[in-house]
Structure formats: structure tokens, C-alpha cells
């Protein structure tokens, strides 16, 4: 009996250096995000087809980013993350005069983003549960954008749609307020599709989950 226990004794801090068994979980975001719309460049882009001096031009974002996600934990350090995110809108706006007639236009353009990342993390010894994180993988962007011009007494409207997959990462924080919930912090970078106006966008998310174990 006694040797037994002593075998016991002597595992206990290898199954506390093992840390929690695999385990799925789930999380909801929302936060912010931020693109990099070049508008001098649609300005000049546009600009030579109105009369001198009526050009005008402005860009609107709604920078309200939400998303979902599911991730799977495979050891204590690392795991991986499918997640969905809406960014928002970004509109570019302008008006000006052709040959003396006022005209007006506008695109407004959306996108969904879907993708699969390995995450990484370390300890950060502020505090127990507190976490550093590292996210590399790949994301599919959808892009869609719709467009309307108004002038000469009629209205013209088109849209694009289009889908590019680039690699993507990501860092972040994470805190484990108990071994079920957690909360996260996330900086992570995509690039739309070659036709969109945007570019390149960041996306600031706070997530709060919960663990499956």
C-alpha cells in the first residue's frame, strides 16, 4: 500500500505539468475595426471627369465588428480557432458638376470573413489565468460592394462581389476568469479582394467564451 502511494505522490506534479486534458469551446466577439480606404486615391481617380473646383468627396465607415467562433484546445499551449467576423461598412461618397449638371455617387462595401487559425499562447505572470496569445492560419474574405450614380435626370447602380483567401494573423490576451469561462483580446489583419476599395483592414475584438472540459 505504501509503495503504491509513493508512486502516486511521485506523479502528481507530472499531471500538474500536463495541464488541462483537450477540450473544445466556444466564443462570441465585438469590437472595432479599421481599414485603410485610400480616398486621395479615388479622388483622382474621379476627380477629372467633374468640372474644375465642383469635386467633393467624403468617406463614412461603420466600424462596428462582430463575430463567433469555435476552437479546440490540443495541449495546454496551443490550439486552433475557426471563426466568422462582420466588419463593418466602409462608403466613399462624391458629388461635383458634369458639363454644368450636378452629379452625384456613392459605393458602399461589406464583407464577411471566415477563417482558421492556429493559436498559440504563454503565460504572462501578471496574474494567474493571464495569457499572451499568437494567431497564425488563413482567411477567405467576401467582398461585396454596391454603387449608385445620379445625374442628367436618371440613376445608375452596379455591384461587385468577390472572394480572396490570404494567410492572416493575429495577437491578443487572453484571461481565464475559471477553468469554464474566459475572456480575449484580439488585433488580428486581413486583406480584401484585389476589386475592393478597402485594402488591407485590422480588426479589434473583446471575446468572451466558454470551455467545454
Given at each position: ?11 502528481l506534479p507530472?499531471?500538474?505539468?500536463a495541464?488541462?486534458t483537450?477540450?473544445?469551446?466556444v466564443?462570441?466577439s465585438?469590437g472595432?475595426?479599421?481599414d485603410?480606404?485610400d ?6 481617380q474621379?476627380?477629372?471627369?467633374a468640372?474644375?473646383?465642383t469635386?467633393?468627396?467624403s468617406?463614412?465607415?461603420?466600424a ?13 499551449r496551443?490550439g486552433f480557432?475557426?471563426a466568422?467576423?462582420n ?6 461618397s462624391?458629388?461635383?458638376k458634369?458639363g454644368?449638371?450636378?452629379v452625384?455617387g ?9 477563417s482558421?487559425d492556429?493559436?498559440?499562447?504563454v503565460p504572462i ?9 499568437l494567431?497564425?492560419g488563413a ?7 454596391d454603387?449608385t450614380?445620379n445625374g442628367f435626370g ?7 462581389s468577390?472572394?480572396?483567401?490570404n494567410l ?5 490576451f487572453?484571461y ?5 469561462y ?5 488585433l ?8 475592393s476599395?478597402?485594402g488591407?483592414?485590422n480588426?479589434t ?8 472540459q
Open positions: 500500500m505504501m509503495k503504491k502511494s509513493a508512486i502516486l505522490l511521485a506523479l507530472l499531471s500538474a505539468m495541464g488541462p483537450p477540450h473544445p469551446y466564443f462570441v465585438g472595432t475595426a479599421a485603410n480606404l480616398q486621395a486615391s479615388l479622388d483622382a474621379y476627380r477629372p471627369f468640372d474644375a473646383g469635386y467633393q468627396s468617406v463614412s465607415s461603420s462596428f465588428a462582430f463575430g463567433l467562433g469555435i476552437g479546440y484546445q490540443l495541449t495546454p496551443l480557432e475557426a466568422y467576423i466588419p463593418g461598412s466602409t462608403s466613399y462624391a458629388t461635383g458634369v454644368g449638371v450636378p452625384a456613392s459605393v458602399k462595401e461589406t464583407a464577411d470573413v471566415f482558421l492556429l493559436v498559440g499562447n505572470p501578471i496574474t494567474d489565468g493571464f495569457y499572451g496569445e494567431k497564425l482567411a477567405q474574405v467576401h467582398g461585396h460592394a454603387g450614380l436618371a440613376t445608375a447602380s452596379g455591384s461587385y468577390a472572394t480572396k483567401t492572416t494573423a493575429g495577437i491578443g487572453r481565464d476568469f475559471s477553468q469554464d474566459f475572456a480575449k483580446f484580439d488580428d489583419y486581413y486583406k480584401a479582394p484585389d476589386q476599395y478597402v488591407t483592414f480588426v475584438t473583446l471575446s468572451i467564451g466558454i470551455r467545454f
